[in-house]
């Protein structure tokens, strides 16, 4: 594999190779299988890979969030070169090959950037959206692949892609999980071994609730969620929210979901000062 950090580079080394399709994997590092799943369904589906690995610096809320973010990247591309092929790439950018001048753009994303995230974690997508309409323009790939685990993040970007009318199909990947069931993360090596040792019950307690919904209304599943996970101690729930799969609508009552379509149980959760993000799919048969 290569290794570009310039943007001028990378977008005349795609040239050069002059394959199709290219698929794009953006990151932010410190990666972990999840990321890798994305890499290999891209490798399996594409003649080119790119690889990015960047610390969006806009896309965080929270100055602290940002300042102890892990970085890895010598470990980072070693996982890589495992899995990518000799002409694929890893584009290792500065802010200044992302954001050569100040992005002052505003995107405007209705509702589906009014709830969950994008109310907890005020510009979060904008910030998002700059970066990854940023990456495009610079890659031009032909698929971009995302994790489902930042499922709000699949629809944004699907929306950014259909305002912009970027020529990108989103190929959206299932959640890779630990052993134990706790989602992966670049933010859970930042966990206390006690926290990292009570977290599983988030994924334990969103299987439960999708098991509920059967018997159970809404509000009820709710507030199960939330006094199961707290009750473990050291964990605060943020939201958890069931939506529906496409405009990300939070349901309020049984009677407004249908049958047999999908919905996602959604949740926030702080473990400590680290904020955990994960969901399960729900369905009324
Ligand atoms: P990040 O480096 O956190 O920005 O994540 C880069 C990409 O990897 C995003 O599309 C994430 O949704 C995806 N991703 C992160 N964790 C996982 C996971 N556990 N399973 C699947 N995809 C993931």
């Known amino acids: 594999m290569k290794v570009i950090r310039s943007a001028d580079e990378l977008k005349a080394q795609i040239k050069r190779e002059a394959l199709f399709p290219v698929g ?14 994305l ?56 802010d200044k090959e992302i954001y050569p001048v100040e992005d002052k753009r505003v995107f405007n994303f209705g509702n589906l950037g009014n709830v969950m995230e994008g109310l907890y974690r005020q510009g979060h997508f904008n910030g998002v959206a700059q970066v990854v309409s ?8 032909d698929l971009a692949y995302f994790g489902l685990k930042d499922l709000q ?23 890779i999980r630990e052993n134990d069931g706790l989602a992966m993360s670049s933010r859970n090596r930042l966990l206390t071994q006690e926290l990292r040792n009570k977290a599983p019950v988030i994924y334990n307690t969103l299987s ?8 159970c209304d809404i509000p009820e599943i709710k507030n199960y969620v939330v006094r ?30 249908k049958k047999r379509k999908s919905y996602f149980g959604c949740i926030a959760v702080w473990a400590g000062k680290i904020r955990l993000i994960d969901n399960i799919e729900l369905q009324l048969v």
């Not at 993040?153 to 959640?175: C, L, S, T």
């Open 24 to 37: 794009f994997v953006p990151t932010m590092g410190a990666l972990h299988e999840g990321h890798l799943s």
């Open 39 to 94: 890499v290999r369904i891209a490798a399996k589906e594409c003649s080119l890979v790119v690889v990015s690995i960047y610390v969006n610096p806009a896309q965080f809320n929270n100055k602290d969030d940002l300042k102890n973010y892990p970085r890895s990247l010598e470990a980072d591309l070693s996982m890589l070169g495992k899995v990518l092929a000799k002409n694929d790439i890893v584009f290792t950018p500065d």
């Open 134 to 141: 940023r990456l495009f323009e610079i890659a031009e790939p």
């Open 153 to 175: 993040q699949v629809a944004i970007i699907k929306e950014m892609v259909r305002q912009k009318g970027y020529k990108v199909r989103i190929v959206a990947a299932p959640i």
């Open 208 to 215: 439960v609730a999708a098991s509920m919904i059967q018997n």
């Open 228 to 257: 199961t996970i707290e009750k473990t101690g050291g964990l605060s729930v943020e939201y958890f929210e069931i939506v529906d799969d496409k405009y990300l609508h939070p349901v309020n009552a049984k009677s407004e979901m």
